[in-house]
């Protein structure tokens, strides 16, 4: 449940390194359109955003899909015979003891491209936790060089990464922490391009990448990532906020609005009890 938590605060936060340059709604909407690879950002918990991702798979009509939620062998259940059932696909998935939001508002996502083939891009635990034990290019494997993992991050990025981190735990993070997550949110990155780009090896484009916002941006996200390893795909990213919560950043080829979703205070399960 903190998983989850962490992850709707970081789709919702999304600061940038550099002021965006302004893109047409049009324009946004072709290079998307135009992608070998488009990445379709969100707000984990924002039933709106699911259904304009739906929307645009149905547009863009992606030969794959590669999903953020999914492990490489939940993907590996999916037939398109299953798409049509979302019950029957829902606990072929194991969701409801994923962490996830409600499947309904995935599914659609599933049965706008239903002869897609499934790609999952989740970051194992085991991943994860072997981060506060090796090097972070050691822990991705011996493609980390072709996604920068061997490499430190430049300063100020690496600072606007922490930052984006502590807000997405509520200021409730030890310092010390704040490091390996910054580390585990690249290794996701990286994960999520890599995967994106075996999926199109294997089948050509387009294929669409289901992801958050944080995950999506092309200046230091998965997109980014992918680029840097494989230079003649084209990438696009879609990034999705909320309406009066400020505007994603992040180099988005098209950002869009929605409202927001009905949420409690997602902090709240962060806040330490007061001892007496």
Not at 14 to 34: E, I, K, N
Not at 58 to 82: D, N
Request: glycine letters at 10%.
């Amino acid at each position: 449940m903190m998983r989850a938590l962490a992850l709707t605060l970081m789709s919702l936060a999304v600061p940038s390194l550099a002021q965006q340059s302004p893109v047409s709604p049009q324009d946004g909407t072709s290079a998307l359109m135009g992608a070998d690879v488009a990445f379709l950002g969100e707000v984990h918990d924002n039933p709106a955003h699911h259904a304009r991702q739906a929307e645009l798979v149905s547009q863009i009509k992606p030969v794959a899909l590669v999903f953020e939620m999914l492990s490489p062998e939940q993907a590996g259940r999916v037939t398109p015979e299953l798409v049509k059932d979302q019950t029957a696909l829902e606990a072929a998935l194991d969701w409801n003891d994923s962490g996830w939001p409600d499947f309904s508002m995935y599914y659609p996502i599933f049965a706008a491209a239903p002869e897609a083939k499934v790609f999952g891009a989740e970051l194992a635990r085991e991943e994860a936790q072997a981060l506060g034990k090796g090097e972070l290019g050691k822990v991705f494997g011996p493609s980390a060089g072709f996604y920068g993992l061997d490499e430190p991050l430049d300063r100020e990025e690496d600072a606007a990464r922490q930052q984006l981190q502590m807000a997405a735990h509520c200021n409730a993070l030890p310092l010390e922490m704040l490091p390996t997550m910054v580390g585990i949110q690249r290794l996701r990155d990286a994960r999520l391009a890599e995967t994106a780009l075996e999926a199109y090896a294997e089948l050509g484009g387009p294929v669409v990448v289901i992801t958050g916002n944080g995950h999506a941006r092309k200046d230091w996200g998965a997109p980014a990532l992918l680029a840097r390893a494989a230079g003649e795909v084209s990438v696009a990213a879609l990034g999705q906020g909320e309406a009066g919560q400020g505007t994603p950043d992040g180099g988005f080829d098209l950002v869009e609005d929605s409202a927001p979703a009905e949420r409690g205070d997602p902090c709240e399960d962060f806040q330490m009890p007061q001892s007496n």
